[in-house]
């Protein structure tokens, strides 16, 4: 496989990935109506009718994470890093194996380091990624990550469905815009 290949089947795998995990989201959300995202962690759209569902969405976030610790390899990218992100990555889908419900526990242990994981890959990839490390300096990287970060902590303040939300969201900006300003080298 030439390594222009390698690079875009990753910045692709990264983008499919992401909008896996906002379409399946979003439907769960039309179908459960009494599901309520204000006040409702996203991992608790498993406990509802379509809630198999939700390995989807999971799947989408671990290819996503995959698909970018894929493509920056011929970047010479540290191996330290890209084990870091396929850890990541297999923790999502971890997550979606083990929905919440009867493992719980697993689900959330899982899902909290990932996030953990996934923040500290954000931080570290303007020094780990090798020559794909301008495509998210730190002024991209570290901004997304204290988002992540800083919407953690607003989540004890605000409703905890939409600091996570807004958690989920500075993650999934983070990974299109580097899987787009590779598909763009």
Excluded at 46 to 75: C, E, P, R, T
Excluded at 95 to 115: D, E, R
Excluded at 121 to 136: C, D, E, V
Aim: hydrophobic fraction near 55%.
């Amino acid at each position: 496989m030439s390594d222009i290949t390698k690079r875009n089947w990753g910045a692709i795998t990264t983008v499919g990935g992401v909008m896996l995990f906002i379409v399946t989201v979003v439907t769960l959300h039309i179908l459960q109506p009494t599901y309520d995202p204000r006040h409702q962690l996203m991992s608790e759209l498993a406990l509802g009718q379509y809630g198999w569902a939700m390995f989807y969405a999971f799947l989408g976030l671990a290819a996503a994470v995959f698909g970018v610790q894929s493509a920056i390899g011929i970047y010479q990218a540290t191996r330290s890093y890209r084990i870091l992100l396929s850890v990541a990555a297999t923790l999502f889908l971890l997550a979606g194996v083990y929905p919440l419900g009867n493992t719980s526990m697993v689900h959330i242990t899982v899902i909290a380091v990932a996030f953990v994981l996934s923040v500290l890959a954000m931080y570290l990839f303007p020094f780990s990624a090798g020559r794909a490390s301008s495509i998210a300096p730190r002024s991209l990287s570290w901004t997304l990550a204290a988002g992540v970060a800083l919407s953690v902590v607003l989540g004890h303040v605000i409703p905890i469905g939409i600091g996570q939300r807004l958690a989920a969201g500075c993650l999934l900006l983070w990974l299109l815009t580097v899987a787009w300003k590779l598909l763009r080298r």
